[in-house]
């Protein structure tokens, strides 16, 4: 996502730290996706900050029908 707007982690927690006040760092970042401990209102903002929707489909294949 980040290289398909020619952005960095850095400035993603740059814009990150702007939007919402709390600290965000590009080691945090790092540290949050290598962890999978990203939680979903940091997600949501992510996508506001590079133009994406988080979009949630049901997957009938799996459930059998």
Do not use: N, P, V, W
Request: some cysteine.
């Amino acid at each position: 996502m980040l290289a398909s707007k020619c952005m960095t982690l850095s400035k993603l927690a740059e814009k990150m730290t702007e939007l919402s006040g709390k600290t965000y760092s590009q080691s945090l970042l790092s540290h949050k996706l290598i962890d999978e401990s990203l939680r979903y209102t940091e997600m949501k903002m992510i996508c506001k900050i590079l133009g994406y929707r988080i979009y949630i489909d049901f997957d009938e294949i799996r459930l059998g029908r």
